[in-house]
């Protein structure tokens, strides 16, 4: 609860050797990943962006790539509790996860059998479609709400 750190490590003493041997770890892990998000996060943008891996520049890649590492680094530095990553990120993608990825599936699916001719448009389907779009909706709203309670409970917890 409120009585912990945000980085449950941090509540172990530091000549505990397990605790010490468990934080090297996971800078390890983290260190390790650093790379991995990065190329994964690059690779999202460049696709929002229309570009696919041969048609970036080396030099837009690399200055991407820096720009990418110093924002992330820069949050890193200014955030004291992992604990609001944490939850700000399980209230936000939890949201996207339960309630807009499978009905957005589910559209995206249904709309393409439709155009085909594979699916006919009954009632029953156009009512499952209106359903997932009321899903999609809710899941937008679930997710910044639970999103501004994580900010609201890390900076401002006087409020709640």
Known sequence: GG????????????????ATLVRLVTVVSLVGSY??????IKSALFELQGLGGDDVSEKRNKNTTLL???????VSLVLENAGFM???TGA???SAIIYIFPPVLYLKSTSRRIASGQLTETTSVKLERAF??????????????????????SFFPGVL
């Not at 790379?35 to 994964?40: A, C, L, Q, Y």
Request: aromatic share 8%.
């Open 86 to 88: 944490v939850g700000f």
């Open 35 to 40: 790379p991995i998000f990065v190329r994964g």
């Open 68 to 74: 990418l590492v110093l924002a992330i680094t820069a």
């Open 3 to 18: 009585n912990s750190s945000g980085l449950v490590l941090n509540n172990y003493s530091t000549q505990d050797f397990g």
């Open 132 to 153: 997932c779009k009321f899903l999609v909706v809710l899941g937008g709203i679930v997710g910044v709400l639970g999103g501004t309670v994580s900010i609201l409970d």
């Open 92 to 94: 936000t993608m939890g």
